[in-house]
């Protein structure tokens, strides 16, 4: 199997050479990207509150039960490496403030400190990964009316940007314990279900929280703040205090990373041409790449056309240091480490195809006008071996070519998934 695998290869990168395109280099450029894999599609956003018999409520929700969803965070860790074993790279793991460990003992969220997640920390040290972070500002009973940080209520604004603040802090001891910079992302569910009458207030109460909660000035090496905007949610159907417009321009205003999540604009509205158009006034951008079908449904990332221009869009920019690639779905209908272990690699597979692109070529056919050839050539392009890149790839990082990864999986689900109750 690796002999041919070697033999293809050979034939692959000589095709591809005949196109200007070295595939080593795009290899070599995709080993170094880091995906930060979101930890919620383990459990289905559940978090461990319960756990130190913490309250929940609502905000978020996966559909389906697919048996064995990780109950525990050693099973949670347990299911992570697992699927990080079956994908080429180092990666970073990004996770929610609920899913802290505070013993028997329950923690507001507004006390939530570093020494809550140590043995994430232990574990991210272990596996010499960096890890993201993020305020949980859902399934908690002061997100119960729909309002967080521009609640009309003083008070429960006050104990979710004390949230955030502590949050902050956590990021910054993630990126000072880890030597990796931490992305603490904010995403708030804050909106109305029917058309409400004003709809600037909640917004100034927002900017006001936000301003409270970003005052003290953290060192970028260790943490990056980021916003993320939405169109609607389940319960904010017609008006959603975070829009992209507000957040965009928080993030402008305030040096802020913007998240652009491919599921919170209009059903047929991509985020691929928003990058190199945000990029022009904000530093550096985040992405919850996830799968809108039909709404923001948070399917599984697969490789359609929609992946392959976000990756084209990063890659044809050279944007690698400026936008933070992280994954935001929740598939609960079929085997969890199966749905990460899709969702990353077909992110992964995106990348390579977009770093295989004749980028000279391609650039000179358009700059010269010659638009004929620039769609004969794009549509070639497509039936290039990548596929043979990708299987060689994953031979050299040691984790396995195909579908044979799925094995694993089954083995795992077996051995381990299925003993849950
Ligand atoms: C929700 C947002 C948000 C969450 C995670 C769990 O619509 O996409 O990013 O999915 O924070
Ligand atoms: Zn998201």
């Not at 979710?160 to 910054?172: F, L, N, Y």
């Amino acid at each position: 199997m690796s002999k041919n695998i070697e033999t293809s290869y050979k034939l692959a990168k000589e095709h591809y050479a005949e196109f200007g395109i070295n595939t080593d280099s795009a290899i070599k450029k995709l080993s170094s990207i880091s995906v930060s894999l979101h930890c919620w599609q383990g459990d289905d956003v559940t978090g461990f509150e319960s756990l130190s018999g913490g309250l929940s409520g609502d905000g978020i929700q996966a559909t389906g039960n697919y048996p064995g969803k990780a109950r525990t965070p050693d099973e949670l860790r347990s299911d992570i490496d697992k699927a990080m074993r079956l994908i080429p790279g180092t990666h970073k793991l990004n996770l929610h403030s609920i899913y802290a460990e505070t013993g028997k003992k329950s923690v507001g969220r507004n006390h939530l400190k570093v020494e809550h997640f140590s043995n994430w920390i232990d574990w991210a040290k272990e596996k010499k990964i960096g890890m993201d972070f993020n305020p949980s500002y859902f399934s908690h009973p002061y997100s119960k009316d729909g309002f967080t940080l521009s609640h009309i209520d003083k008070d429960v604004r006050k104990f979710w940007i004390e949230h955030g603040i502590a949050c902050r802090k956590i990021g910054e001891d993630f990126g000072k314990k880890l030597g990796r910079t931490c992305v603490t992302n904010f995403w708030i569910p804050d909106g109305y279900k029917d058309i409400p009458y004003d709809r600037n207030t909640p917004r100034e109460r927002l900017k006001e929280s936000l301003d409270l909660i970003f005052k003290d000035k953290i060192n970028p090496k260790f943490n990056l703040d980021a916003v993320e905007s939405k169109l609607f949610g389940i319960g904010s159907e017609s008006y959603v205090v975070g829009s992209h417009e507000f957040y965009m321009g928080y993030a402008v205003k305030n040096n802020k990373l913007l998240c652009l999540d491919a599921g919170h604009f209009h059903p047929t509205e991509g985020i691929a041409d928003k990058i190199s158009s945000s990029l022009l006034f904000v530093d550096s951008l985040l992405l919850h790449v996830s799968r809108p079908v039909r709404w923001d449904s948070d399917h599984v990332v697969i490789l359609n056309d929609d992946l392959l221009d976000i990756s084209k869009a990063v890659a044809r920019g050279n944007y690698f240091d400026r936008v933070h690639i992280g994954l935001d779905f929740f598939d609960a209908s079929i085997n969890r480490i199966a749905a990460w272990v899709i969702g990353t690699r077909s992110m992964l597979k995106s990348l390579l195809i977009a770093l295989l692109e004749p980028a000279e070529h391609l650039r000179k056919l358009e700059d010269s006008g010659d638009f004929t050839k620039r769609l004969a050539l794009a549509e070639e392009l497509k039936m290039l071996p990548f596929g043979i890149v990708w299987d060689y790839y994953c031979m050299k990082k040691d984790v396995p070519v195909g579908y044979a990864w799925m094995k694993d999986v089954e083995t795992y689900e077996k051995k381990v998934l299925s003993k849950r109750g």
